[in-house]
């Protein structure tokens, strides 16, 4: 199964063009990695797919749904986490959960809240105030709250920016985790190791088109290479 399907995206800000006419696939329960230069579309593409941004031309399903037509229908089964994400300053760890659970399931929410406190990890600090976190672990926070809907995508832009090592390793578990029960995972990363260890398939964004795509070891052996860090140095230098 096709969970999504993306064909000639092009989205233009103004003049600047964004993303250049992308195609790809994403598998149900794979995990795919957009990788890519600073400025080369993925943040643009990850927003599109999220509902967030309308595109100029070319098209995208998400399991039966029209981006376009759909979007509501696509928002109920979906979780993104925008590379920026912030949550609300004077709510606790824990309020934080229970205000976004609240506008699902109602017999399905204290659940969801158990979900994301286990998956934020936070200890006695889940009742502290966002405003006193560190940006890991609001990091963290926004992750369970990504990941505790159980939602069909999860869209994640850098999932473990700003994490220190053993953080983001237990992310990265979390992740690989989430998608063998079932979500199909998207996301962006800068880390190729991470890259590497999680994504079944990735595609490499530069300037707005995919200029390179594949299995990761698949693209070691065509680069002859030691690592994805070589292949996109190759790649983006060619
Ligand atoms: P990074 O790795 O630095 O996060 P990215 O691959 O996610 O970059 P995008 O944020 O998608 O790249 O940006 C792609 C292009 O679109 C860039 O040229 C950027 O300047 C431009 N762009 C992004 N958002 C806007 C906006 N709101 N208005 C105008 N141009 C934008």
Request: hydrophobic share 40%; net charge neutral.
């Amino acid at each position: 199964m096709i969970t999504i399907e993306v064909k000639n995206l092009v989205k233009n800000y103004g003049k600047i063009e964004a993303v250049k006419g992308i195609s790809f696939n994403v598998n149900e329960g794979e995990i795919f990695g957009l990788i890519g230069p600073n400025g080369a579309g993925k943040t643009t593409v990850l927003r599109i797919i999220s509902t967030l941004l309308k595109i100029n031309s070319g098209s995208i399903k998400i399991m039966d749904y029209d981006i376009e037509k759909d979007a509501d229908k696509i928002r109920k089964i979906i979780s993104y986490l925008p590379e920026d994400a912030g949550a609300y300053k004077n709510l606790t760890g824990r309020s934080y959960l229970q205000f976004i659970a609240n506008f699902f399931d109602p017999k399905k929410n204290q659940q969801m809240v158990e979900k994301g406190i286990e998956i934020a990890d936070l200890d006695e600090r889940i009742d502290d105030r966002v405003d006193t976190y560190s940006k890991g672990m609001m990091r963290r926070l926004l992750v369970g709250r990504a990941l505790m809907i159980n939602p069909k995508l999860a869209i994640l832009d850098e999932p473990t920016s700003g994490l220190d090592v053993i953080n983001a390793q237990e992310i990265r578990k979390l992740v690989k985790n989430t998608a063998q029960a079932g979500t199909t995972i998207l996301l962006s990363s800068h880390n190729m190791l991470e890259v590497e260890y999680l994504c079944e398939r990735i595609a490499l964004i530069s300037e707005g088109k995919i200029v390179e795509g594949g299995k990761p070891k698949d693209l070691m052996n065509k680069y002859n290479a030691n690592n994805i860090e070589e292949v996109f140095t190759k790649v983006v230098k060619q």
